[in-house]
């Protein structure tokens, strides 16, 4: 039951979360609450984790998920349901391409997925700030650490490696350290 339950639910992300990776953040956040297979750490997790891994960061997280609800055969489930819709979108509409592209329709509900895309990804935004930072668990150090780093990204364009490996370290660090 619970494989066909992960089936589902990552199968219609794969349908809705239009957009890439981070389109999967609400869907994603809607599960951990409706089903709580994960906790929102374990949410904040797969999304550092998935950051920081080869590949689409929406497979990534499907696969963690998967693993994390079911194992070994959830994680194969849940990866198999995120990749198959844009598999069968491809085949239908790759013969068709030309004439959707031109379609005013088609331009339309695009133009009008973009904004809605980023409003539910900000609104997962502010939810995983909340409960990271201003949840039962303040943590100085943390807010201390984000502050710094935005203020670097203001005064610097560096790639958002550079981000990554910084969080990955102080991430370590702060593990370690146990703050």
């Not at 374990?42 to 999304?47: A, G, Q, T, V």
């Not at 409003?119 to 650490?145: D, K, Q, T």
Request: proline letters at 3%; charged letters at 10%.
């Amino acid at each position: 039951m619970i494989l066909w339950d992960l089936f589902q639910n990552f199968f219609n992300i794969g349908i809705f979360s239009f957009g890439g990776g981070y389109a999967t953040l609400p869907f994603l956040y809607n599960i951990s609450e409706v089903y709580n297979w994960y906790t929102f750490d374990d949410l904040s997790n797969m999304i550092a984790i998935s950051s920081i891994t080869p590949g689409p960061i929406g497979i990534n997280m499907a696969t963690f998920a998967g693993f994390k609800t079911a194992g070994l055969i959830g994680s194969l489930v849940s990866t198999t349901a995120i990749a198959l819709p844009s598999l069968i979108f491809v085949v239908l509409i790759s013969k068709a391409l030309r004439k959707f592209r031109e379609n005013i329709y088609v331009r339309s509900i695009i133009y009008v997925l973009k904004p809605l895309g980023c409003g539910l990804l900000s609104a997962v935004g502010v939810n995983m700030f909340i409960n990271n930072f201003l949840g039962e668990n303040i943590n100085l150090y943390n807010i201390v650490f984000l502050a710094i780093l935005i203020l670097i990204s203001l005064h610097k364009k560096l790639n958002p490696l550079f981000y990554l490996g910084i969080s990955a370290i102080y991430g370590i660090i702060a593990g370690l350290q146990g703050f």
